[in-house]
């Protein structure tokens, strides 16, 4: 009976020694890489619509035994955004950085993140990746202010992995506004050795002929590519911007409000609908 009563215990030690091994693993996995340590992170291949964001977040931790401080963050590049979770780390203390950056074109892509430390250490976090753009259809801008009888440019820009040709464009439009489209231009070819899209162009061309009592739009679609999302300009006039506002945004489902007098509060019983 005592010899039974020994091997259950032993068989129970050596799951709890089992157990206990596998949560310090656990937990041993979970731990940040000291402050000093340089990281790396690659996403490995994206589809995205262009323009694309991706974030990735950098986990370090003081293993001093001094308090650390975070003295500058340098980016490699515009497009790259940062946020720390501290400045200040106390002994042992976890934080993090985490990495953004915007992807406006296929192929590989990298981007770096410095860390200036109290010590006068520096510690670089790299962020890279490699986006694949099936098709996609840009906009130079998504608004333009014009008088009458002015016109403004706009350039559209077709993206295809696999590089085919855009064909003509689809344009939805009032009678007030003239659009004039010129040729697709090719400047980018494809290159599926280093995942890079082909890139087609074209200059459109926008006049205002006469006033207008609603919010212009031109609706930009592709014939050979329905799949591919339209895009919308936005054509605002100062007869609209004296009615609506500076910054309006208007929903197509929904209709205008005009911006309150002088005087007359946001939200009163006179401005809405």
């Not at 990281?39 to 001094?66: A, C, K, Y």
């Not at 205002?208 to 895009?231: D, I, M, Q, T, W």
């Not at 936005?234 to 005087?263: K, S």
């Amino acid at each position: 009976m005592n010899r039974n009563f020994a091997i259950v215990g032993a068989a129970g030690a050596v799951l709890a020694l089992a157990a206990t091994l596998l949560v310090s693993a656990e937990l041993w996995g979970r731990v940040a890489p000291g402050y000093a340590v340089s990281q790396q992170f690659d996403t490995g291949h994206l589809m995205v619509e262009l323009p694309h964001d991706v974030t990735h977040r950098f986990r370090f931790r003081n293993d001093r035994s001094e308090s650390l401080e975070i003295v500058e963050i340098k980016p490699s590049c515009g497009c790259t955004k940062t946020e720390v979770a501290k400045r200040t780390l106390a002994p042992g203390e976890t934080g993090w950085l985490e990495v953004t950056t915007s992807l406006d074109g296929s192929g590989a892509f990298s981007t770096s993140v410095d860390l200036q430390w109290s010590t006068g250490e520096k510690t670089t976090y790299f962020l890279s990746t490699f986006a694949q753009v099936n098709r996609d259809l840009l906009l130079s801008r998504g608004t333009i202010d014009l008088d009458i009888d002015e016109s403004r440019t706009v350039v559209v820009t077709y993206i295809d992995q696999e590089g085919l040709e855009p064909g003509p464009l689809v344009l939805e439009h009032p009678e007030a506004l003239e659009v004039t489209v010129a040729p697709w231009d090719q400047i980018i070819k494809v290159d599926h050795r280093y995942g890079i899209a082909a890139r087609h162009t074209a200059v459109v061309q926008v006049r205002l002929k006469h006033a207008v009592s609603e919010v212009g739009r031109v609706n930009f679609a592709l014939a050979n590519h329905p799949k591919v999302n339209a895009k919308e300009l936005v054509v605002r006039t100062p007869e609209l911007i004296a009615r609506y506002g500076q910054d309006f945004r208007p929903r197509r489902d929904r209709p205008l409000r005009p911006a309150p007098h002088a005087g007359e509060p946001v939200g009163s019983s006179a401005s809405k609908e």
